[in-house]
């Protein structure tokens, strides 16, 4: 079933199913859509604002030119998603626990998120934006970082020796976290 240009802001407004179905340029805004199952459908030029998709099944989903404001998205596994046309961006949102292995996140932005806990696994995130982000304890791992802009987030620490990361940009505060393998000590 194809949804056009709908505006689902209470529960009720909601398709019974939504796997398999296709939603183009529509807004979800203040939804619980906590394990929603999502798998194999496709979200073209979509908004999400304000909503809950914490635990979402994404399996096979697409997410073409999706856009999340102030949601929570707790442990969505988003290396599960379609790949074909995928692009998201992510503003105030929290995504702590979600995993993304093996997605193309060129210039994808993530904005003043919290990212604690995410895993970064093989992506290609050039140029990809973290503004005022809090990246405490996630993890990255053989990903292509380059042009990525950081230098406004905080809590980073990865391995230069596992990501690329020709151009990509640090403040001076996040170099300790560029370096925590070594198990330096450094002081200002």
Not at 34 to 53: K, M, T, Y
Request: charged letters at 20%; aromatic letters at 12%.
């Amino acid at each position: 079933m194809e949804h056009y240009r709908q505006h689902y802001n209470t529960q009720d407004d909601l398709p019974n199913q939504w796997a398999g179905h296709t939603f183009e340029q529509c807004t979800f805004q203040k939804l619980n859509l906590s394990q929603v199952l999502l798998a194999g459908a496709n979200v073209i030029d979509c908004r999400f604002e304000q909503c809950n998709l914490s635990r979402a099944i994404v399996k096979n989903t697409q997410f073409n030119d999706v856009s999340f404001a102030d949601c929570v998205l707790q442990g969505v596994d988003f290396g599960s998603c379609n790949t074909f046309g995928f692009h998201v961006d992510f503003q105030t949102c929290q995504l702590d626990q979600s995993l993304f292995v093996g997605r193309r996140l060129v210039k994808a932005k993530f904005v003043e998120c919290s990212l604690k806990s995410v895993l970064f696994v093989r992506c290609d995130m050039t140029s990809v934006l973290f503004d005022r982000c809090d990246l405490e304890l996630a993890k990255f791992d053989d990903n292509n970082l380059t042009q990525a802009d950081f230098t406004t987030s905080f809590n980073i620490a990865l391995d230069p020796d596992e990501n690329r990361l020709k151009k990509a940009k640090f403040s001076l505060y996040s170099l300790p976290g560029l370096l925590t393998k070594y198990g330096l000590s450094i002081r200002e």
